[in-house]
């Protein structure tokens, strides 16, 4: 059981978890994930993780259909420019793998940023903390567990 899947059950939301056989060969994993699960890759959503100019992470959650605009990230973090954060740092401060980041349960609570279009569904999959792993619940939960804001921060 993965930190995210604990932390669910601890605030006690409702979710349900999805696992499918992770191919090492997959180059994205969110559209594997949707491929895999048979679910519409616009409610799979990618964990990402920016760096600020002064090196302060944050967690921003988009379509894996889309692509995470920097610019956008840096405004709703009101800091002057975002980039991706160095993947070793990612790895320790969140304790998750590249690839199997969830925005849930990560070692340290950094900053998130949720792309608004996640309000459009039911629910939105993101990954349980592990590759093959992914986790279902509503926008506003997992609003909720990271005190995430809502923001448009994809292109699509």
Known sequence: MTPAIKLAQKKKIIFQTHSYEHDPKATSYG???????GIPVEQVFKTLVVATEKNDLCVCVVPVAGMLDLKQAAKALKVKKTAMADAKKV???????????SPLGQKKQLPTLIDSTAQNFKTIYVSAGKRGLEIELSAQDLQTLTRAQFADISKI
């Open 31 to 37: 559209e594997e994930a949707s491929e895999k699960l």
């Open 91 to 101: 790895q320790s401060t969140t304790g998750y793998v590249l690839g199997g980041v």
